[in-house]
């Protein structure tokens, strides 16, 4: 039996990606969503063209009334929720699954989004839903990393983890996500006590192998809630940089505008700076990565630590973000049953079956190494081939 995946947003950034693995997935029937017919159209026409599957569409309003009546009028087993800005967002359409009896993730990587989900979960359970959040890298992969290497560790002290994009720009909803936070008090975890760090700011340079220096800044991310009570760490931060220098600098200086009042609307702001990081998109190398450094204690009661790099080049990085939702869906359609309820997605899948959705290993590569003591490595693991 076959799964009818209906992903929201089917012709944007991220969606067209999701969208692209998910045409040739055995086991699925594709339903695309968006409200521009012709976009739509012309979206249906490549994939069809290149998968050779027929692949459906529906133009609408998701977030409309009404919309859980073509869910069921569709027979869709699962929505993949693709179309952001999430911040400020309602939960219309996990609601609308919930009332169709349908499975629902989305890419959102909005703290409050995504760690405020919870108020639909009496609804889900009650439905029989699983209501997935947050199934992107943060918190999905990020957890799965840490998930996959946490049996190393009796104790786990801090998680300092970050992503740095290549010079590709995301579309421009993604854009006015980020820039949200711009200058915003964001709340990080040190030595367990809460403190306050402003978003975009903290220029700092990361030397990361394969990718150089970068310089990364603070940025929301839900992980800041979710990994002290799931690993009981003490000390969270998150950082998060563009490509190009030029493209840090340019998002410190707007949280600063921001913070001072000589800015007072990012959304304008975040449409120049997109159409100017399109412009410079050729200055680019078309890496990134996503890093993790973890520090605790190891099963002899020593100091250990673990890093992990996630590295994709030719700018394949929006893979990253895009492929949880895919893994999902795959999962789903082999005949996995997620526990109803709506909570973060982490834990539904794993490093394994990331990449193997993403499945470009030419691209993409995963290198873990271990240290003791902070400073001796002990293991190093390359990419390895899916």
């Not at 997935?25 to 739509?40: F, M, N, Q, T, Y």
């Not at 639909?120 to 209501?131: C, E, F, P, T």
């Not at 993604?174 to 949200?180: F, P, R, S, Y």
Request: charged share 15%; net charge neutral; aromatic share 6%.
């Amino acid at each position: 039996m076959t799964l009818r995946v209906m992903v929201i947003g089917g012709y944007g950034n991220f969606g067209s990606i999701v969208c692209r693995h998910l045409a040739v997935a055995p086991g699925i029937e594709l339903v695309l969503s968006g409200r521009d017919p012709h976009k739509l159209q012309r979206k249906l026409d490549e994939l069809n063209a290149q998968s050779g599957s027929v692949c459906e569409g529906w133009c609408g309003d998701a977030m409309g009334a009404g919309f859980a009546g073509v869910l069921q009028s569709k027979n869709i087993g699962l929505v993949v929720h693709t179309g952001g800005p999430f911040q400020g967002q309602s939960y219309a359409v996990a609601l609308s699954c919930i009332e169709a009896g349908v499975n629902y993730c989305d890419l959102s990587d909005c703290r409050t989004f995504v760690n405020g989900v919870g108020v639909l979960d009496a609804q889900a359970r009650q439905a029989g839903v699983a209501i997935l959040t947050g199934c992107s890298s943060v918190p999905t992969l990020s957890s799965a990393i840490i998930d996959q290497y946490r049996y190393r560790f009796t104790r786990i002290d801090s998680i300092e983890h970050g992503i740095s994009s290549s010079a590709k720009m995301p579309g421009l909803s993604t854009v006015e996500g980020v820039l949200a936070y711009a200058g915003k008090p964001i709340k990080q975890l040190r030595n367990g006590q809460v403190h306050e760090v402003l978003g975009w700011q903290d220029l700092t340079l990361r030397k990361l192998p394969q990718l150089g220096t970068r310089v990364l800044a603070n940025v929301d991310v839900p992980d800041m809630d979710i990994f002290a009570s799931r690993y009981g760490a003490h000390t969270l931060s998150f950082k998060a940089g563009a490509g190009l220098k030029l493209g840090g600098v340019a998002n410190y200086v707007l949280a600063q505008a921001l913070r001072v009042g000589i800015v007072r609307n990012h959304v304008t702001w975040a449409a120049r700076l997109h159409r100017l990081g399109t412009w410079f998109e050729r200055f680019g190398d078309g890496k990134s990565a996503m890093y993790i450094d973890v520090r605790g204690l190891g099963a002899d009661g020593q100091p250990l630590s673990l890093a992990v790099q996630l590295t994709a080049l030719n700018d394949k990085g929006p893979e990253i973000p895009s492929c949880a939702a895919v893994a999902l869906a795959i999962k789903l359609a082999q005949g996995y049953v997620p526990e109803p309820g709506a909570r973060p997605c982490v834990g539904e899948i794993s490093v394994d079956d990331y990449m193997a959705a993403i499945n470009d290993p030419a691209n993409l590569s995963l290198a873990v190494r271990f240290s003791d003591g902070y400073s001796t490595p002990l293991h190093t693991t390359p990419a390895r081939p899916h």
